[in-house]
């Protein structure tokens, strides 16, 4: 397994273990997993416009560990 491929599979195991937490959006709890889609090729996520910003910064504080973040190109 290449190094890339193990970043990966560390980012997604991290990604499995919130999902243990629901969240509530709109009055409905749901999976995190359903506010945003992981992307590998660009490594990259993608969040829901109604995400909660909590989500958002627990999401990508796990990929800068093994990502750095471009804070030029951020929103």
Same mark, same amino acid.
């Given at each position: 397994?290449?190094?890339?491929q193990?970043l990966? !599979? ?10 243990? !937490?629901?969240?509530?959006i709109d009055?409905?709890r749901?999976?995190?997993?359903q506010?945003?889609r992981?992307e ?9 416009t109604n995400?909660? !910003?909590?989500l958002k @910064? ?6 800068s560990?093994?990502?750095?973040? !471009?804070?030029?190109?951020? @929103?």
């Open positions: 397994m290449d190094q890339s193990e990966i !599979d560390k980012i997604n195991a991290e990604l499995i273990a919130l999902d243990r !937490d629901l969240v509530e009055g409905q749901i999976k995190p997993s506010c945003y992981f590998v090729k660009p490594t990259h996520i993608l969040f829901n995400c909660p !910003d909590s @910064q627990k999401v990508q504080a796990i990929l560990k093994y990502y750095p973040i !471009d804070e030029s190109r951020a @929103q």
